[in-house]
C-alpha cells in the first residue's frame, strides 16, 4: 500500500505489494471503493461489482499475505491475493461498513416491496371470489417480475429483520401457490354453498347434490363437467345460467348456451323458461350461432341451401356429375374403376359401369359422404393432402383429384342457389370473426354434450373467446358417450380439453340418477378397459341384483317379451335397440296384439342416445353379417378426412355399447348369436355378466 496517501485513500484502496503480485501470479492485485461498489482490477483485467450483486465479504489471512474474497449473487468469487494483512484488515473493515450501510438503506427498500407483494397475494385471495389458475399464473410472474427489481440479491433477504419474515412469507407462497389456490377455493366453494343452499334445493326440481354444485359454482375459465349417463347434465347447465344471474355476474344477453341439435336446444330453452322465468336466455345450435354471427358482422342474411335438407337432390346432383366425368374422360373412369375394385372390393361391369343402376345407388350415399367431409374440412385440395395420415397420402390425393369435379359442382350448385351449406356457415362464422366484423357479447359460454365437438366448432368457440379473453367455456360431456366420429368429432377435444382450450380444471359429476349400481359397475368396467378413456366417479342409489344385466341367446326375444308382459307395467318404457335401423325384429310387426299393454320402442343404438327406459333389449351381439362390433369400413377419404381413432380395439364401438347399456333403469338384456357371439360377448362374461338360456 502506498503510504505517501492520506488515511482515507488508504482506507478506499487496496494494492497487493510487488512481491505479493509476483508470488499470487493472479489477473487481480488491487481494488477500490466506488460509490456503491467495487472495482477489483490488474495489469489485464478489471471486474466491476456494484453492492447489489454483493451477498458476502470475507476477508482471510494466508501465510504471509492478506486475501479479500468478494462472493456474488450466482456464487462466483472473485479474489483479490497478496495484500499486506494489516492494510487488507483496514481496508475489509471501512468496505463491509459502507456496504452494510448501503445495505441497510436498501434494507428498506425491499421490505416496502416485499409488502406489497403480500397485499397483492392478500388481494388475490379475498373472500367471496374464485381464483383462477391464469391469475394464480400472472400473479407469479408479477411477483417474480417484483423480485428482479429488488436493490439487493434475494438471498440476502433473511439476513435484514426488516425483511425476513415478509420474504417467508412471499416465498412460502411462491413455493406452495398452487396449493394456496386448492384451499383458497375449497373455501370459498364452501362458503358458497352454504350461502346459496336455498338456490341449490330449489334451482332444479329436486336439489342439486354435492358434485353438481360444486360444477356450478367453479370459477375456471375453462372447465369441463364430465357428466355421466343419467347424472343430471342438463340440471347443472340450467343451474349454472341461473347462478351467473343470481350473483350479477353476467345479464342475460352475456350467457350463450349451446347445443348440438334443434331439438335439444328447444328442451333446454323449455327448461331455462320453466326453472329461471326468464325468455332472455336462448339456446342456439352451432348453425345458428353461425347464422347469427354472419347476418350481425355482414348485415345480410346468409340462405341455407335447400340441398342440405333433401338427400335424394344431393345424391342426384353427385351421381349426375360422376357419370358425366366418367362418360367423357377416360382417366377418371379408370381411376374410379380402380377406386371401387381395389378399395371398395366391388365387382364393376366391364363396360359403361357408371351407367349400372346397382353402382349409382351404391354411389350416391358414398359420394354425398365424401364431399361432405371435404366441406367440413374447408381447406384446399393441397391442404387434405398435407393433413392427410403420411401413410395414405399418396393414394389420398389420387382421390381428392378425383372428387374435385364433384365439390365443383356442389359449389356451382350453391352458387346458383345463392346460398351456403352447413359447413360453409361455420367456416364464413369464424371468418366475420377474425376480421372483427361482429364483437362477441357474451362473456360465458355453456356447451351441452361437449364430447360431440368437431375441429370446425371447435374453431368457432376459439375465434368467440378470442375477442374477449376473459370469456368462460363451461363444457358439459362425457367422453365414455363420444359416438360421432363418423360426423367429424374429435374425442381428443374432451380427452385432451386443457391442450385446446387453455389451462383450467374439470370435474365429475359423481352419481347416475338412472341406473342401479349392478347396470354402473358392469357398464362402467366394460368401457374403462379403454386406457384412453377419462377415469371418473359415477355412482348410483340403489344396489341392483347380478341379474341386473343379462346375456341371453337371441332366439329368446319373443320368450323374454312373453315374461316381460307379466310384470311390466303400461308405465313402464322398453327399448329395444340394434346397431342398424335394418335390424329392427319382426317380431316387433304383431307387438301391439301379442304384447297390447307393453309399452315398447326401437331405436338404432345412436339414436337412443339421451332416451332412457325401465328395460333394455340390446339386440345383435353377433359376428359376420351385421356383425357388432362393426368392423371398421373406413375408405381413403374417411381415414384422411376424419379424426385419427384411439388406438384401441373397437373403442368407438365399445362406446355404443355403454351408450345402450346405460338407457335401462332397472334391468339389461344383451341378446347375442349363440353360432358367433360377438367379441364383446367374452369380455362380458370376463366382468361376471351372468349367461342365461332363457329369460
Not at 520 to 542: M, V, Y
Request: glycine content about 6%; aromatic content about 8%.
Amino acid at each position: 500500500m502506498d503510504k505517501t496517501k492520506s488515511g482515507i485513500w488508504q482506507d478506499m484502496e487496496l494494492k497487493a505489494t510487488a512481491l505479493g503480485k509476483r508470488m499470487a501470479q493472479h489477473p487481480y492485485d488491487r481494488v477500490e471503493l466506488l460509490n456503491a461498489g467495487v472495482k477489483v482490477s490488474g495489469d489485464r483485467h478489471e471486474y466491476l461489482i456494484p453492492f447489489n450483486q454483493l451477498t458476502a465479504i470475507h476477508c482471510k489471512r494466508g501465510l504471509v499475505w492478506g486475501e479479500l474474497e468478494f462472493v456474488l449473487a450466482d456464487d462466483k468469487v472473485v479474489r483479490l491475493h497478496g495484500t499486506e494483512w494489516a492494510d487488507t484488515q483496514r481496508f475489509h473493515h471501512h468496505l463491509q461498513n459502507s456496504w452494510l450501510q448501503w445495505s441497510d438503506e436498501m434494507s428498506a427498500i425491499a421490505a416496502s416491496v416485499l409488502q406489497q407483494q403480500l397485499t397483492v397475494i392478500s388481494d388475490s385471495s379475498a373472500e367471496g371470489k374464485w381464483l383462477t389458475r391464469s391469475a394464480v399464473l400472472q400473479l407469479r410472474q408479477k411477483i417474480i417480475k417484483s423480485l428482479e427489481a429488488l436493490p439487493v440479491p434475494v438471498k440476502r433477504l433473511e439476513s435484514f429483520d426488516n425483511c425476513r419474515e415478509l420474504w417467508a412469507q412471499c416465498a412460502a407462497w411462491l413455493k406452495d401457490s398452487e396449493a394456496s389456490r386448492l384451499r383458497h377455493n375449497q373455501v370459498y366453494t364452501k362458503a358458497m354453498l352454504t350461502q346459496y343452499a336455498g338456490f341449490f334445493e330449489n334451482i332444479e326440481s329436486s336439489p342439486l347434490n354435492n358434485a353438481q354444485a360444486r360444477a356450478v359454482v367453479n370459477g375456471e375459465r375453462s372447465l369441463l363437467v364430465l357428466a355421466g349417463a343419467g347424472s343430471g347434465k342438463t340440471s347443472v347447465l340450467v343451474a349454472r345460467a341461473g347462478w351467473l344471474l343470481t350473483r350479477g355476474e353476467a345479464a342475460p344477453d352475456q350467457i350463450l348456451l349451446l347445443a348440438f341439435g334443434r331439438k335439444a336446444a328447444d328442451e333446454m330453452d323449455d327448461r331455462i323458461r320453466e326453472r329461471l322465468n326468464t325468455d332472455a336466455i336462448s339456446a342456439k345450435t352451432f348453425h345458428a350461432l353461425a347464422l347469427h354471427i354472419i347476418q350481425q358482422g355482414s348485415k345480410k342474411a346468409p340462405l341455407i341451401s335447400k340441398l342440405e335438407n333433401d338427400s335424394a337432390a344431393r345424391q342426384k346432383l353427385l351421381t349426375g356429375c360422376w357419370q358425366q366425368q366418367c362418360q367423357e374422360k377416360k382417366a377418371q373412369a379408370k381411376g374410379w374403376r380402380q377406386w371401387l375394385e381395389e378399395e371398395m372390393g366391388w365387382e364393376v361391369p366391364e363396360e359403361d359401369y357408371w351407367h349400372d343402376p346397382k353402382i349409382i345407388k351404391r354411389m350416391g350415399s358414398r359420394l354425398d359422404r365424401w364431399v361432405s367431409l371435404m366441406r367440413m374440412h374447408g381447406g384446399s385440395q393441397a391442404e387434405m393432402i398435407d393433413g392427410a395420415p403420411e401413410e395414405v397420402r399418396e393414394l389420398f390425393g389420387k382421390r381428392v383429384k378425383l372428387m374435385a369435379p364433384l365439390l365443383k359442382a356442389w359449389k356451382t350448385a350453391l352458387k346458383d342457389e345463392g346460398a351456403v351449406d352447413f359447413s360453409g356457415l361455420i367456416h364464413q362464422a369464424v371468418n366475420v370473426l377474425e376480421k372483427g366484423r361482429f364483437v362477441s357479447p357474451w362473456k360465458h359460454i355453456l356447451v351441452d354434450e361437449f364430447q360431440d365437438i368437431s375441429p370446425q366448432r371447435a374453431a368457432l368457440l376459439a375465434a368467440l373467446r378470442k375477442q374477449n379473453s376473459q370469456t368462460t367455456l363451461f363444457a358439459v360431456g362425457d367422453d365414455w358417450q363420444a359416438v360421432y366420429r363418423f360426423s367429424g368429432a374429435q374425442l381428443s377435444l374432451t380427452t385432451a380439453f386443457e391442450h385446446y382450450f387453455g389451462e383450467g380444471d374439470s370435474c365429475a359429476l359423481d352419481t347416475t340418477y338412472r341406473f342401479n349400481g349392478r347396470i354402473g359397475e358392469i357398464a362402467n368396467r366394460f368401457i374403462q378397459q379403454n386406457p384412453h378413456q377419462l377415469t371418473k366417479p359415477l355412482n348410483s342409489l340403489t344396489p341392483g341384483d347380478k341379474k341386473a344385466v343379462t346375456l341371453l341367446p337371441d332366439d329368446q326375444l319373443d320368450a323374454l317379451l312373453d315374461k316381460l308382459s307379466g310384470f311390466a307395467k303400461p308405465e313402464q318404457r322398453i327399448l329395444i335397440m340394434a346397431r342398424y335401423h335394418h335390424l329392427k325384429p319382426a317380431t316387433l310387426e304383431k307387438a301391439a296384439t301379442r304384447w297390447p299393454k307393453l309399452h315398447i320402442d326401437f331405436m338404432t343404438f345412436h339414436a337412443s342416445k339421451g332416451q332412457q327406459a325401465d328395460y333394455a333389449i340390446v339386440l345383435g351381439l353377433q359376428e359376420g353379417q351385421d356383425e357388432f362390433p362393426a368392423p371398421a369400413r373406413e375408405s381413403i377419404m374417411e381415414q384422411a378426412l376424419l379424426p385419427q381413432p384411439e388406438d384401441f380395439p373397437d373403442a368407438e364401438e365399445r362406446r355404443l355399447l355403454y351408450v345402450a347399456m346405460t338407457r335401462a333403469r332397472q334391468r339389461v338384456w344383451l341378446l347375442y348369436n349363440k353360432q358367433q357371439p360377438s367379441v364383446f360377448v367374452e369380455a362380458l362374461k370376463n366382468l361376471d355378466v351372468p349367461v342365461a338360456r332363457k329369460p
